[in-house]
C-alpha cells in the first residue's frame, strides 16, 4: 500500500491489511480495533493510533527507516 492509502486506512475505522513501502505489516481485525504490526511471528498493538501513527510513519518514511526501527534495541542475554 501506498504511504497515504495506509494514512486513510489508520484513520478509517474498518479493517484493512497492507505492507508500507518499508516493509512493515499492519492490519487491523476489527472495525474500530486496534492497529496491530507484525514483529517476530505474531502480531503486536502498536502503541499510537489514528493520525498519531500517521505522524508516526510520516516521521519514519522521513528518516528513512520502518516504524519498528523506531523500538528501542532489545538487551540479549549472554552466558
Excluded at 486496534?34 to 493510533?49: D, T
Excluded at 505522524?55 to 520502518?66: F, R
Amino acid at each position: 500500500m501506498t504511504e497515504e492509502q495506509l494514512k486513510t486506512a489508520f484513520t478509517s475505522p474498518w479493517p484493512f491489511f497492507g505492507v508500507s513501502p518499508h516493509g512493515d505489516v499492519l492490519a487491523r481485525y476489527l472495525p474500530y480495533g486496534p492497529v496491530f504490526r507484525w514483529s517476530r511471528n505474531q502480531m503486536i498493538p502498536m502503541p499510537v493510533q489514528g493520525s498519531d501513527l500517521c505522524w508516526l510513519l510520516q516521521a519514519a518514511a522521513e528518516e528513512g527507516h520502518s516504524i519498528t526501527d523506531t523500538e528501542p534495541a532489545r538487551k540479549t542475554r549472554r552466558k
